[in-house]
């Protein structure tokens, strides 16, 4: 396994439309996070899974934002009725559940252009 | 709340220069510190981490010591290269919160 893989790399939509973007964690991690990134800034949390289960969602994740893991191995985050304010990198990060604290591994992102 | 503050950038240095990226936290409880790096096209890979006080994480020739007394986590390096270059993110994770909160990054380059 090469390590997390995310689906696409670039997106360019109008605003308003609806966009979904695929994370692909690396195969034996059961935690899955998205983050935000926008340029000049460091990520921000979004979201998080262990296995399936949606544990915690910030703030920052308003109605539009909805994300989901069915089968506790890839996830989907999909972006209704966007804005131009969600022009922003969308990052993926896996991590093993164990002992005090988790390395998190991140995918490449998925750069989300609103026009 | 839980927050990292890095030095502002951009950090321009010379190659076999000794390079120093301060970061300080603020936090509830004890957290687990990380040096993440972003170099230019690529994702955001760990570099080196410290889970408790007067830890020291080390990788690649970086260092960085977990200081609970000044709640700092300062990235550095003794000779930098030009292969060196990228956005340098200081992040923290509290035990039993998973997030990670990350400082805004601060962009080193590394001239010939």
């Known amino acids: 396994d090469t390590g997390v893989s995310q689906d696409p790399r670039h997106k360019i939509t109008k605003r308003g439309q609806n966009v979904t973007f695929r994370c692909d964690p690396i195969?034996?991690?059961?935690?899955l996070y998205w983050y935000r990134q926008t340029l000049g800034q460091g990520p921000e949390f979004l979201t998080y899974f262990q296995n399936e289960a949606q544990l915690e969602k910030s703030r920052l994740l308003s109605d539009r934002f909805s994300a989901e893991r069915p089968k506790g191995s890839f996830s989907t985050l999909e972006i209704q009725r966007t804005e131009q304010g969600d022009s922003a990198m969308y990052l993926c990060?896996?991590?093993?559940?164990?002992?005090?604290?988790?390395?998190?591994?991140f995918g490449p992102g998925t750069r989300l252009t609103v026009l | 709340g839980n927050s990292v503050t890095q030095m502002e950038g951009p950090v321009t240095l010379s190659e076999e220069a000794f390079l120093t990226i301060n970061c300080t936290y603020t936090?509830?409880?004890?957290?687990?510190l990380f040096w993440y790096v972003q170099y230019p096209g690529e994702g955001l890979q760990l570099l080196l981490k410290?889970?408790?006080?007067?830890d020291k994480g080390s990788n690649k020739g970086f260092e960085a010591t977990y200081r609970k007394e000044t709640t700092s986590f300062h990235l550095e390096k003794g000779s930098v290269q030009v292969s060196d270059s990228a956005v340098y993110f200081c992040?923290?994770?509290?035990?039993?919160?998973?997030?990670?909160?990350f400082g805004q990054g601060t962009r080193l380059t590394i001239n010939p």
């Open positions: 990060a896996s991590s093993l559940a164990g002992g005090p604290t988790d390395t998190q591994y």
């Open positions: 992040a923290l994770s509290l035990q039993g919160a998973q997030k990670l909160v």
């Open positions: 410290a889970t408790k006080a007067d």
């Open positions: 936090a509830t409880g004890y957290p687990s």
């Open positions: 195969s034996e991690h059961n935690r």
